[in-house]
């Protein structure tokens, strides 16, 4: 499966912004998308995930500020990101599990950038 992020940009500090990550093919079938993202200088890590039974997952530092969402209709995986924080800066990715012992696919996209500053 192809995935393309969007909705990336400047934001101030307790802002928002949506994230999407649209397949190139059903996600339905999919056991899992997730979005990750690293910093500048950082590793990446993960930030939340979403299976196909639509059970949410989130890293602590995201949690309660972050809401990850599945549209199978539209082929989309959404992070609605608010209060939006300084930390929250990086390159944000998504990626897909295909079953629930699989791992993450190995190549990653382009990704989209999230900036948060003043």
């Known amino acids: 499966v192809h995935l393309v992020e969007s909705g990336g940009g400047l934001v101030q500090p307790g802002g928002s912004l949506t994230l999407s990550c649209e397949a190139s093919?059903?996600?339905?079938?999919?056991?899992?998308i997730g979005w990750f993202r690293q910093p500048p200088g950082k590793e990446r890590d993960f930030v939340a995930s979403?299976?196909?039974?639509?059970?949410?997952y989130y890293s602590n530092t995201v949690k309660g500020r972050f809401t990850i969402s599945r549209d199978n209709a539209k082929n989309t995986v959404y992070l609605q990101m608010n209060d939006l924080k300084l930390e929250d800066t990086a390159h944000y990715y998504c990626?897909?599990?295909?079953?629930?012992?699989?791992?993450?696919?190995?190549?990653w996209g382009q990704g989209t950038q999230v900036t948060v500053s003043s």
């Open positions: 990626n897909a599990q295909p079953g629930h012992r699989s791992p993450w696919y190995a190549d």
């Open positions: 093919e059903s996600i339905s079938v999919i056991f899992a």
């Open positions: 979403i299976t196909s039974f639509n059970s949410p």
